[in-house]
């Protein structure tokens, strides 16, 4: 479960800036236009993790940032004035518990003005109520992801993607329903959908979810997933 809070909480790309706590007990990492993400080792010395982060606050490492994501029992120790700030729980789906068959079809959305004004809305909408917060090109956004084949749609209801990780995980990312189709099951099925493309690849499917969000909470643990811990983010 450990490696799994780790996994949620980096994706390292080309652009990450990783700083190490000197015992190795944290780690932080910083991606263009994402909160900093911090990992700590389960039973770390939180003053030695506080002072790990205030060296970083005061060296400029966590200027220009707009939050903090990291573990509840370590963030909930510092004394950071945030704006704002929620709980996310971090969810797997255990290898033991297998999708069988397809629920549903998923295709990639062409990359047509019709499909990305759909998808623009719905990203913008998904920012907005799972993530807290504007999404400034969600018309890019959408057109990156429909060019580049990141994104699915369930029979142009729901859409969700996949986000390769390491440790032999993948995270179910940007799902979302549209309000007129909202509990009749897409949401469901595009879930488990996603979750079996990881599984057919051999992978553990894994995924984030607000917890004051208890419609996406009920849903993910209806169909089997298990929650690994719980993170909080904080936006300043």
Known sequence: MDKILYNLLFEKTANSL?????????????????????????????????????RQFNEGQMQETSGIIGPTWALSCLP???????????????????????????????NTKVNIEMLAKWIKNFYEEALLHNLEDSVGYATALIRAEKIYTLQNHAM?????????MSRLNLIYTAPEYRGQGYGKEIVLSLAKKVQDEGLLPVLYARVANKAAMA?????????????TEMRF
């Open 18 to 54: 990783l700083f190490k706590s000197k015992d190795g007990c944290a780690i932080l990492s910083r991606n263009p236009g994402k909160p900093i993400c911090l990992y700590v080792k389960e039973g770390s010395d939180i003053e030695s993790v506080r002072c790990f982060l205030w």
């Open 80 to 110: 950071i004035v945030a704006k704002s700030n929620w709980e996310i729980a971090a969810f797997f789906l255990p290898k033991q518990k297998v999708v069988l068959g397809s629920v549903q079809e998923l295709s990639y959305p062409s």
């Open 160 to 168: 969700g993607m996949i986000i390769p990780l390491s440790y032999g």
């Open 219 to 231: 849903t993910y643990q209806s169909l089997g997933f298990v929650e690994a811990g719980r993170l």
